[in-house]
Protein backbone atom coordinates (compact mmCIF):
# COMPACT_ATOMS: atom_id res chain seq x y z
CA UNK A 1 0.00 0.00 0.00
CA UNK A 2 3.14 1.96 0.57
CA UNK A 3 3.06 2.22 -3.25
CA UNK A 4 -0.23 4.33 -3.30
CA UNK A 5 1.00 6.63 -0.65
CA UNK A 6 3.78 7.65 -2.46
CA UNK A 7 2.05 7.71 -6.05
CA UNK A 8 -0.48 10.89 -4.27
CA UNK A 9 2.09 12.19 -2.06
CA UNK A 10 4.34 12.71 -5.27
CA UNK A 11 0.76 13.96 -7.17
CA UNK A 12 0.26 16.51 -4.07
CA UNK A 13 3.65 17.94 -4.05
CA UNK A 14 3.50 18.45 -7.88
CA UNK A 15 -0.17 19.79 -7.30
CA UNK A 16 1.16 22.72 -5.15
CA UNK A 17 3.91 23.30 -6.95
CA UNK A 18 2.04 24.06 -9.92
CA UNK A 19 -0.34 26.26 -7.82
CA UNK A 20 2.08 28.31 -6.70
CA UNK A 21 3.50 28.61 -10.71
CA UNK A 22 0.08 29.78 -11.69
CA UNK A 23 -0.94 31.93 -8.62
CA UNK A 24 2.24 34.44 -9.79
CA UNK A 25 0.82 34.15 -13.47
CA UNK A 26 -2.81 35.61 -11.95
CA UNK A 27 -0.82 37.54 -9.84
CA UNK A 28 1.02 39.45 -13.13
CA UNK A 29 -2.21 39.51 -15.54
CA UNK A 30 -1.62 43.50 -15.07
CA UNK A 31 2.14 43.51 -15.41
CA UNK A 32 3.54 45.24 -18.86
CA UNK A 33 5.09 43.00 -20.96
CA UNK A 34 4.49 39.98 -18.58
CA UNK A 35 5.17 36.60 -19.74
CA UNK A 36 3.54 33.50 -18.43
CA UNK A 37 5.54 30.50 -16.84
CA UNK A 38 4.50 27.09 -17.84
CA UNK A 39 5.33 24.36 -14.94
CA UNK A 40 6.91 20.96 -16.23
CA UNK A 41 7.37 17.47 -14.25
CA UNK A 42 9.76 14.64 -14.19
CA UNK A 43 9.40 11.23 -12.85
CA UNK A 44 12.77 10.73 -10.81
CA UNK A 45 13.75 7.00 -9.12
CA UNK A 46 13.74 7.38 -5.42
CA UNK A 47 17.35 6.17 -4.85
CA UNK A 48 17.85 3.55 -1.77
CA UNK A 49 19.05 -0.18 -0.57
CA UNK A 50 16.03 -2.03 -2.47
CA UNK A 51 14.93 -2.35 -5.72
CA UNK A 52 14.02 1.37 -7.78
CA UNK A 53 10.64 0.93 -7.69
CA UNK A 54 9.37 4.14 -6.45
CA UNK A 55 9.73 7.64 -8.17
CA UNK A 56 8.91 11.58 -7.07
CA UNK A 57 8.10 14.24 -8.92
CA UNK A 58 10.39 17.15 -9.57
CA UNK A 59 9.33 20.32 -10.65
CA UNK A 60 10.69 23.39 -13.14
CA UNK A 61 9.47 26.04 -14.76
CA UNK A 62 11.99 26.37 -18.14
CA UNK A 63 9.80 27.69 -19.94
CA UNK A 64 7.44 30.91 -20.94
CA UNK A 65 4.37 31.30 -22.83
CA UNK A 66 6.19 33.33 -25.96
CA UNK A 67 2.46 34.38 -27.45
CA UNK A 68 2.19 38.05 -27.45
CA UNK A 69 0.13 39.95 -24.95
CA UNK A 70 -2.79 42.80 -26.31
CA UNK A 71 -1.22 46.29 -27.41
CA UNK A 72 -2.41 48.86 -26.07
CA UNK A 73 -1.65 52.52 -26.83
CA UNK A 74 -1.03 54.89 -24.47
CA UNK A 75 -0.09 58.21 -26.33
CA UNK A 76 2.56 58.80 -24.04
CA UNK A 77 6.23 59.49 -25.54
CA UNK A 78 8.06 56.97 -23.12
CA UNK A 79 5.67 54.12 -23.88
CA UNK A 80 7.23 51.44 -26.01
CA UNK A 81 6.12 48.12 -27.35
CA UNK A 82 8.39 45.31 -28.56
CA UNK A 83 7.86 42.85 -31.97
CA UNK A 84 7.60 39.17 -31.26
CA UNK A 85 11.47 38.68 -30.73
CA UNK A 86 12.49 41.77 -29.59
CA UNK A 87 13.87 42.77 -25.87
CA UNK A 88 14.76 45.56 -24.20
CA UNK A 89 18.11 45.65 -22.04
CA UNK A 90 18.78 46.55 -18.85
CA UNK A 91 21.88 46.50 -16.43
CA UNK A 92 20.79 44.55 -13.53
CA UNK A 93 22.94 45.22 -10.19
CA UNK A 94 25.84 43.32 -10.72
CA UNK A 95 26.65 45.17 -14.03
CA UNK A 96 25.20 42.54 -15.86
CA UNK A 97 22.06 42.33 -18.67
CA UNK A 98 18.65 41.46 -18.36
CA UNK A 99 15.97 41.43 -20.67
CA UNK A 100 12.42 42.65 -20.49
CA UNK A 101 9.31 43.38 -22.90
CA UNK A 102 7.96 46.19 -19.94
CA UNK A 103 8.12 49.50 -22.21
CA UNK A 104 7.14 51.76 -19.53
CA UNK A 105 9.72 53.90 -19.40
CA UNK A 106 10.71 56.10 -16.33
CA UNK A 107 13.12 59.43 -16.37
CA UNK A 108 14.58 59.63 -12.30
CA UNK A 109 15.86 62.62 -10.64
CA UNK A 110 19.24 62.14 -12.03
CA UNK A 111 17.79 62.08 -15.88
CA UNK A 112 18.49 58.40 -16.29
CA UNK A 113 16.40 56.67 -18.06
CA UNK A 114 14.95 53.07 -15.28
CA UNK A 115 12.44 50.59 -16.33
CA UNK A 116 11.79 48.43 -12.94
CA UNK A 117 14.07 50.87 -11.41
CA UNK A 118 16.32 49.78 -13.37
CA UNK A 119 18.86 51.67 -15.74
CA UNK A 120 17.95 51.57 -19.47
CA UNK A 121 20.72 50.54 -21.67
CA UNK A 122 21.48 52.09 -24.94
CA UNK A 123 24.38 51.64 -27.17
CA UNK A 124 26.64 53.04 -25.55
CA UNK A 125 26.02 51.68 -21.78
CA UNK A 126 23.06 53.19 -19.32
CA UNK A 127 20.93 55.91 -20.65
CA UNK A 128 21.01 59.54 -19.22
CA UNK A 129 18.66 62.72 -20.95
CA UNK A 130 18.67 65.93 -19.90
CA UNK A 131 17.02 67.43 -17.06
CA UNK A 132 13.17 68.50 -17.34
CA UNK A 133 13.77 68.06 -21.46
CA UNK A 134 10.86 67.06 -23.74
CA UNK A 135 11.98 63.03 -24.39
CA UNK A 136 10.83 61.65 -28.16
CA UNK A 137 11.69 58.07 -29.40
CA UNK A 138 11.66 56.82 -32.50
CA UNK A 139 10.32 53.64 -33.98
CA UNK A 140 14.71 52.80 -34.67
CA UNK A 141 15.25 53.50 -31.01
CA UNK A 142 16.84 56.80 -31.36
CA UNK A 143 15.82 59.15 -28.38
CA UNK A 144 16.09 62.93 -29.03
CA UNK A 145 15.33 65.76 -26.36
CA UNK A 146 14.21 69.43 -26.57
CA UNK A 147 15.19 71.23 -23.56
CA UNK A 148 13.00 73.16 -21.91
CA UNK A 149 12.18 76.71 -23.58
CA UNK A 150 14.49 75.71 -26.66
CA UNK A 151 13.14 75.93 -29.83
CA UNK A 152 12.01 73.36 -31.87
CA UNK A 153 15.21 73.52 -33.96
CA UNK A 154 17.23 73.07 -30.87
CA UNK A 155 16.52 68.97 -31.02
CA UNK A 156 19.39 66.87 -30.33
CA UNK A 157 19.74 63.05 -30.20
CA UNK A 158 20.91 62.22 -26.91
CA UNK A 159 20.93 58.27 -27.21
CA UNK A 160 19.99 54.72 -28.93
CA UNK A 161 17.99 52.40 -26.92
CA UNK A 162 19.36 49.08 -27.21
CA UNK A 163 17.43 46.28 -28.75
CA UNK A 164 18.12 42.66 -29.02
CA UNK A 165 16.25 40.19 -31.01
CA UNK A 166 16.16 36.79 -28.72
CA UNK A 167 13.68 33.56 -29.59
CA UNK A 168 12.19 31.75 -26.97
CA UNK A 169 14.70 29.40 -26.54
CA UNK A 170 17.75 31.81 -25.96
CA UNK A 171 16.56 33.35 -23.16
CA UNK A 172 14.78 31.77 -19.27
CA UNK A 173 12.08 33.55 -17.10
CA UNK A 174 14.93 35.17 -13.72
CA UNK A 175 12.77 35.51 -10.34
CA UNK A 176 13.74 38.92 -10.25
CA UNK A 177 10.90 38.97 -13.48
CA UNK A 178 13.61 39.83 -16.22
CA UNK A 179 14.53 37.48 -18.61
CA UNK A 180 18.51 36.20 -18.78
CA UNK A 181 20.51 34.14 -21.49
CA UNK A 182 19.47 30.29 -21.05
CA UNK A 183 22.68 28.45 -21.67
CA UNK A 184 25.08 29.41 -19.01
CA UNK A 185 28.40 28.50 -21.58
CA UNK A 186 26.85 31.18 -24.01
CA UNK A 187 28.14 34.90 -23.89
CA UNK A 188 25.97 36.44 -21.34
CA UNK A 189 25.32 39.94 -23.43
CA UNK A 190 23.50 39.95 -26.06
CA UNK A 191 24.50 42.00 -29.14
CA UNK A 192 22.08 44.94 -30.13
CA UNK A 193 20.19 44.43 -33.62
CA UNK A 194 20.24 47.52 -35.47
CA UNK A 195 17.10 46.09 -37.62
CA UNK A 196 14.59 45.91 -35.27
CA UNK A 197 11.78 48.29 -34.77
CA UNK A 198 9.79 49.07 -31.88
CA UNK A 199 6.28 50.87 -31.48
CA UNK A 200 6.20 54.13 -29.82
CA UNK A 201 3.47 55.68 -27.38
CA UNK A 202 2.31 51.77 -26.93
CA UNK A 203 2.63 49.21 -24.12
CA UNK A 204 2.63 45.29 -24.60
CA UNK A 205 0.07 43.58 -21.83
CA UNK A 206 0.68 40.46 -20.18
CA UNK A 207 -0.54 37.39 -21.78
CA UNK A 208 -1.78 35.85 -18.97
CA UNK A 209 -5.58 34.76 -19.40
CA UNK A 210 -7.29 35.16 -15.81
CA UNK A 211 -9.99 32.79 -16.69
CA UNK A 212 -7.94 30.03 -17.85
CA UNK A 213 -5.77 30.72 -14.68
CA UNK A 214 -8.88 31.13 -12.24
CA UNK A 215 -9.79 27.80 -13.88
CA UNK A 216 -6.06 26.28 -13.41
CA UNK A 217 -6.44 26.92 -9.59
CA UNK A 218 -9.57 25.53 -9.20
CA UNK A 219 -8.76 22.15 -10.84
CA UNK A 220 -5.19 22.09 -9.57
CA UNK A 221 -7.42 22.66 -5.84
CA UNK A 222 -9.34 19.36 -6.61
CA UNK A 223 -6.55 17.27 -7.68
CA UNK A 224 -4.53 17.79 -4.32
CA UNK A 225 -7.47 17.83 -2.34
CA UNK A 226 -8.20 13.87 -3.96
CA UNK A 227 -4.51 13.27 -3.29
CA UNK A 228 -4.68 13.68 0.09
CA UNK A 229 -8.19 11.72 0.11
CA UNK A 230 -5.83 8.91 -1.29
CA UNK A 231 -3.55 9.14 1.71
CA UNK A 232 -5.65 9.23 4.13
CA UNK A 233 -7.71 6.09 2.71
CA UNK A 234 -4.47 4.41 2.51
CA UNK A 235 -3.19 4.80 5.66
CA UNK A 236 -6.67 3.94 7.51
CA UNK A 237 -6.57 0.39 5.47
CA UNK A 238 -3.27 -0.14 6.48
CA UNK A 239 -4.19 0.90 10.11
CA UNK A 240 -6.95 -1.85 9.87
CA UNK A 241 -5.04 -4.46 8.26
CA UNK A 242 -2.32 -4.34 11.44
CA UNK A 243 -5.25 -4.52 13.53
CA UNK A 244 -6.56 -7.69 11.57
CA UNK A 245 -2.88 -9.47 11.60
CA UNK A 246 -2.46 -8.18 15.71
CA UNK A 247 -5.98 -9.80 16.63
CA UNK A 248 -5.21 -13.33 14.27
Do not use: C
Request: aromatic content about 4%; charged content about 15%; glycine content about 10%.
Amino acid sequence: MDHAIYTAMGAANAALNRQAVTSNNLANASTTGFRAQIAAFRAIPVQGPSIETRTMVAESTPFSDNTMGTMQATGRSLDVAMPQNGWLAVQLPDGSEGYTKDGNIEVDAEGQLRVRGMPLLGDGGPVAVPPQAELTIAADGTITALGAGDEPSALAQVARLKMVNATPNTLKHGDDGLFHVADPAAAQVLPADADLRLMPGMLEGSNVSPVKSMVDMIATARGFDMNMKVITTVDDNEQKANQLLSAG
